[in-house]
């Protein structure tokens, strides 16, 4: 496993390269923005660890152009920064996991794990309708590129009607496919979660079948892939 | 300030200064026009007595020593108590007089003259008194008596008319009531127009007011709008003082920041090495470390906090805040698989910073996604035009009641094995409360704990 750290404080990437060598993960280490930029488009890692107060070029402006390039590798950020804002901006730019300074040594290598696993879980295809994309590995959706911020709830829904593009879907189907068991269900709720993922993806890509359900559809010209 | 020291109101103050002065200039109107009238009157009903005396003076005769009148053809005399009366007397001892010649009028009645009166026409000939008197009937009357010699005759004559002024006197009273009630109904109107136009002419100081209490409420971060020449200057002076008030809040979020995002990395270096080589004194420096990023921590949010707490002018639409903490939670609290369900209405918004209610809301449903099973349900609701609830509920394993008290304590850390710095419900508290609302534990249905945040409101 090839990990890439980026870290600019030279104490702290000495005892991080150390504790992933010991770990038993191959590890490049980038100290700068550009440095980590050129190696992540270059390099196939595995996972990549980044810092965000970075010189030359600041580490969201780096993923950002990682995701831009199509680099899907995961990455877990580690930062002083803690703010909600800090955190929400670094998803935005797509990262797969946080970590605030100062960390545990156990809990970075124990994400680092997770973050592994999960992205070498599941092998299904990715799945496309129109400019939407969704990529199950990572459980991650974009339109033109762009990612899209979803809940769960709402990243479940728009799974399933990728899935089942083109066809009309019933409430209480959705809503079986959306909540467990246990979770209190009430069909109102679906309209909730069409709403929010039309705000997200446009209102013309989800129909409204009267009375019979939606039916998720690409935008007149778009190409269908299914 | 107490009502009773407070200043009269520019409104009160202005519409008072122009009521008084209306009242006075309305009351001498008043006087002045009913005093001319009644004298105007008088001068027309004295004019009709002199008519009546230059007749008997120039038809009365002397026959035989007796003074003859003439025939005066004036009806009213004629008729007993007619209230026009005439008289020709002459000077009896001891200052008064003796009726020589009267009008049938006054049948055996005298028309009386005041010692005073008789006294200046016996010193002034030829001159017209005018005086007050009773008549026969006690009817008010208004006389005049003139002295005068008659050819044939060595004793001065006294020619006297009179009249009742009663109808004068009623005329003037009608005429003095319209000029009242014609001055009160234009006093009022006065009034209604000043109050008019003081609310108008001052309206630019009312819309001033109401934009300031925007910006406190947060509708909007500056004065916006034109105003006259005399208020142009507070505005632009207010709205300076607005924008100094952001920069120093902003540079002291950079500043501390700064010395937030300093301390961290060496705090992480001296905690990984200290975990790398164990040993006893790598346990103190791993506790030492350990509480300075808790007071970094704390100390750093309240300075925060309160710089904030005091900006005016901020609000915070609370949707898209869920909206983005929500995914942000879930994938944080990875490897375990939680789902937020959250649910705010879209027009609901906060009294104050974005960054504040991310922080506030992002604690609390960060702890509910570290103690839940898997489901965190959030709730936004509007309790009232000033506040709104944030209800976060987990199906984790809750907290007993007696045990409620410490988790708000700062520091606290019920449980060590659970992941983070144990002071997120400490954080929260403390910022709730910057902003004058709370936070109250209770038991959830869906078997967790339950956090209720009640937050200020801000008009949509």
Not at chain 1, 208 to 226: H, I, M, N
């Amino acid at each position: 496993m090839r990990i890439l750290l980026v870290e600019d404080d030279p104490n702290l990437s000495r005892q991080l390269k150390q504790a992933l060598g010991d770990a038993g993960y191959a590890v490049d280490h980038a100290a700068d923005g550009e440095e980590a930029h050129y190696l992540g488009d270059a390099e196939p890692y595995d996972a990549i660890v980044l810092d965000l107060g970075l010189p030359k070029m600041d580490g969201v402006t780096v993923l950002e152009r990682w995701r831009k390039d199509a680099i899907a590798t995961p990455v877990l950020i580690l930062t002083a920064r803690a703010a909600w804002s800090e955190k929400v901006a670094g998803f935005d730019a797509g990262a797969d996991d946080y970590l605030t300074k100062p960390f545990h040594t156990e809990e970075l290598l124990a994400r680092l794990r997770a973050l592994l696993r999960r992205s070498a879980g599941h092998a299904s295809p990715n799945l496309e309708c129109g400019a939407l994309r969704l990529d199950p590995r990572a459980a991650r959706a974009s339109i033109d590129g762009e990612p899209l911020r979803l809940t769960s709830l709402e990243y479940r829904l728009l799974h399933y009607l990728m899935m089942h593009q083109g066809r009309v879907i019933s409430r209480t189907e959705l809503v079986e496919h959306l909540y467990d068991q246990d979770f209190d269900r009430d069909s109102n709720t679906i309209e909730v979660f069409i709403g929010r993922l039309r705000k997200k993806i446009g209102p013309d890509r989800i129909e409204t079948a009267r009375g019979l359900g939606y039916r998720l559809v690409p935008l007149p010209g778009e190409a269908t892939a299914a | 300030m107490s009502a009773a020291r407070r200043r009269p109101s520019l409104v009160r103050r202005l519409v008072i200064l122009a009521a008084g002065w209306s009242a006075v200039a309305l009351l001498v109107t008043g006087i002045l026009l009913t005093t001319a009238f009644h004298q105007a009157s008088l001068r027309r009903f004295d004019l009709v007595l002199s008519d009546v005396t230059q007749g008997l003076l120039a038809g009365s005769t002397v026959q035989d020593g007796q003074v003859v009148a003439p025939l005066l053809t004036d009806a009213r005399a004629l008729r007993v108590y007619s209230g026009r009366y005439w008289q020709i007397a002459e000077h009896a001892p001891g200052g008064r007089m003796r009726p020589l010649v009267r009008s049938r009028s006054l049948f055996d009645q005298e028309l009386p003259v005041p010692g005073e009166v008789l006294a200046s026409i016996a010193a002034d000939p030829g001159k017209e008194f005018y005086y007050d008197t009773r008549g026969p009937l006690g009817q008010p009357l208004r006389a005049m008596a003139m002295q005068v010699s008659l050819p044939g005759r060595a004793a001065p004559v006294i020619l006297m008319a009179a009249e009742d002024r009663s109808p004068l006197d009623a005329e003037a009273r009608r005429f003095a009531y319209l000029t009242a009630g014609a001055l009160v109904m234009l006093g009022a109107g006065i009034l209604i127009a000043v109050m008019v136009q003081v609310r108008v002419g001052l309206r630019p100081l009312f819309d001033l007011r109401r934009a300031i209490a925007d910006v406190r409420k947060g509708k909007t971060d500056r004065l916006a709008g034109d105003y006259p020449e005399e208020l142009e200057p507070l505005a632009a002076e207010l709205n300076a003082l607005i924008v100094h008030n952001q920069e120093v809040v902003e540079r002291q979020r950079t500043h501390v920041g700064n010395l937030a995002h300093a301390l961290k990395t060496p705090l992480s270096v001296m905690l990984t090495e200290a975990h790398q080589t164990p040993g006893s004194l790598s346990e103190v420096v791993s506790h030492q470390a350990e509480l300075m990023r808790g007071q970094v921590d704390h100390h750093l949010r309240r300075a925060r906090a309160a710089a904030r707490a005091q900006a005016p002018g901020e609000r915070t639409q609370v949707e898209p805040v869920l909206d983005e903490l929500a995914p942000t939670i879930e994938r944080v609290c990875m490897p375990k698989d939680v789902v937020i369900d959250w649910r705010a209405p879209e027009d609901l918004w906060f009294r104050g910073e974005r960054q504040d209610l991310l922080e506030i809301a992002g604690n609390v449903i960060e702890n509910a996604g570290k103690w839940c099973k898997g489901k965190v349900r959030v709730t936004a609701a509007p309790v009232s035009p000033e506040r709104f609830t944030l209800v976060v509920e987990d199906d984790g394993p809750g907290l007993p009641p007696e045990r409620r008290g410490e988790v708000l304590k700062r520091g606290a850390r019920l449980d060590e094995s659970a992941p983070g710095s144990g002071l997120g419900l400490a954080i929260v508290d403390e910022l709730a409360r910057a902003y004058g609302g709370e936070l109250t534990l209770g038991d959830s249905a869906m078997g967790g704990l339950k956090v209720e945040l009640t937050l200020p409101r801000a008009e949509a």
